[in-house]
């Protein structure tokens, strides 16, 4: 009897049951952070990736990247460099060189504000800032899907040429992308567990001051919010949520704006005047209507495109209002005659997710889509980042050897002119040396003056007659010229007043109009 008792476990206390721990990825969200890409840490890995993105993008894309960020923070820290007429006519805040302004200041205060600092210092920040909204987005799609499903649309916003282009450039359009990527992960959407309106609304109106066009993006957004929102909630959501963050963002942004320019100034009001009203825009060049259909949105999506389209088809409801968005922005840019690449570069994660979405449900082909995806965007990232309009960089780092007087080849002081299309090249903020240096500037009519013509259009049309007039004796010049090599009909100035070459520096294998292959500089001896 004993021994059937002992095998029925008659009159012992049961012992507790060990219950097997699950070890799948969809039970253990600590699992999921912590698993990354070769056995890295996701967010180590992409912090990394997102450095090397930054030193391997080594070209220029447009002016504004320096002119309305890094030339304004030098100036505002070093108290010496140029300004562009945005900044006269009140239509740029300081709230976004400010940041970079800071970086400055400190460098500066611990006497480290070398040259290389001042450029690459802000351009690590930018790509720490896209590592996080990197992480951001694959961690809400964790939380929403799968995460077979969050791991391909991870993959897609890192193999983004596009992304890889401009994330780590100090472009306003940057942070804007990057602050939206961010306010979308604590966005109410249907089965968000990480929502939160005080923090989404924020990095709103952060990414609003920083760039008002911002809100083209998210007024879709905002309106869909307000509208799934309960009925006795949506009183709350404007007196506790909208009103006040949105109210403290302008105070404090006018406030800056106020201190830097030296009276009351709504910057805001005057963006909205200059762009819109008086369509200023207009006048650095159009674009037909259709142009982001055709190309814009064609290009920046690039060889994603496949897959977002397919995406768009399988997600579920829950994403419809990203594509609105999307649809939307578009069409509100696409009603704007001046237009560029840069300014649809906001919703591309949004693209993103489709994307992952596409990926994730071929099943068979999932794997040689991804790496042909990997590939086809690979080539293209590369060669912008490292080949393409290359110039403008190179020539300021050769040109930064002028700052020190004792080099024997610039026995006088250094004086340099710029005979390019205006705001061709950074300034002072990738030299960092009072040196004395002009180009010809291209600011539009403020006046209603139809007569009107800019000093750069009035050299282009008669290179060699602006020259002579504007320099009537040879004391007067320059001691050095840089332009590029299109410029053939000054040829016989440079003879005439012992104008040599000293440099040829490669830009790019595309040279149309007034932009060349090469850019030259030329040395008075």
């Known amino acids: ?64 990247e320096y002119w309305q960020s890094l030339e304004v923070a030098h100036r505002m820290v070093f108290n010496y460099g140029y300004q562009t007429w945005e900044w006269t ?8 060189p400010l940041v970079f302004a800071v970086l400055y200041k400190i460098l500066h205060f611990f006497t480290y504000d070398a040259v290389q600092l001042l450029i690459w210092l802000p351009r690590v920040l930018q790509a720490l800032l896209a590592a996080l909204a990197d992480i951001k987005l694959y961690s809400l799609i964790q939380s929403l899907e799968n995460p077979d499903t969050a791991k391909w649309t991870y993959l897609c916003q890192l193999c983004s040429w596009f992304t890889w282009y401009c994330c780590t450039r100090t472009l306003s359009n940057t942070m804007e992308t990057t602050l939206t990527t961010l306010a979308l992960c604590y966005y109410p959407l249907p089965g968000s567990k990480t929502h ?64 830097f320019y030296g009276k009351w100034t709504l910057v805001q009001y005057n963006f909205l005047k200059f762009n819109v009203l008086h369509n200023l825009a207009e006048f650095y060049g159009s674009h037909p209507w259709h142009w982001y259909f055709t190309q814009g949105f064609v290009v920046v999506i690039g060889p994603h495109l496949p897959f977002f389209i397919y995406g768009c088809t399988l997600a579920s409801k829950r994403y419809r209002i990203l594509l609105v968005t999307v649809v939307w922005t578009v069409m509100v840019y696409s009603l704007l005659a001046h237009k560029e690449f840069r300014f649809i570069y906001p919703v591309l994660p949004f693209c993103m997710v489709f994307c992952g979405i596409a990926l994730a ?18 080539i293209p990232a590369l060669y912008t980042g490292l080949l393409h309009q290359r110039g403008p960089l190179d020539v300021m780092g050769h040109l930064q050897n002028l700052c020190d007087h004792t080099n024997p080849s610039t026995p006088t002081l250094p004086e340099v002119l710029f005979l390019m299309p205006c705001h061709s090249t950074p300034f002072y903020s990738h030299i ?10 291209c600011p539009p009519d403020l006046t209603g003056d139809e007569s009107y013509v800019d000093e750069a259009e009035r050299f282009f049309a008669d290179p060699h007659q602006w020259l002579m007039t504007s320099f009537p004796y040879k004391s007067m010049l320059p001691t050095h010229l840089v332009f590029f090599d299109v410029l053939e009909q000054i040829a016989a100035f440079l003879d005439g007043n012992t104008f040599v070459r000293s440099t040829e520096i490669f830009h790019t294998h595309f040279p149309e109009g007034r932009v060349g292959k090469s850019i030259l500089v030329y040395q008075r001896h």
């Open 361 to 378: 449900n071929l099943k068979t082909w999932r794997r040689p889509a991804a790496c042909a995806l990997l590939v086809s965007n690979l």
């Open 432 to 441: 960092h040396c009072p040196m004395k240096m002009r180009f010809l500037e």
């Open 196 to 259: 939160s309106s005080t923090k989404y609304l924020t990095l709103v109106a952060l990414a609003v001051i920083f760039r008002p066009t911002a809100l083209i993006v998210w007024l879709p957004l905002l309106v869909y919010h307000f509208w799934q929102e309960d009925k006795d909630k949506k009183l709350k959501l404007i007196t506790h949520h909208c009103l006040p963050i949105g109210t403290l963002a302008i105070g404090i942004s006018t406030l800056i704006d106020c201190m």
């Open 1 to 64: 009897m004993e021994k059937i008792r002992a095998r029925l476990n008659i009159g012992r206390k049961a012992e507790p049951v060990k219950l097997r721990k699950r070890k799948s990825q969809l039970y253990s969200k600590e699992e999921t952070c912590t698993h990354g890409v070769l056995g890295i840490g996701v967010t180590v890995f992409t912090v990394v990736l997102r450095l090397i993105n930054c030193f391997l993008v080594q070209t220029s894309f447009v002016p504004d």
């Open 89 to 96: 006519a009140g239509i740029r805040g300081f709230s976004y």
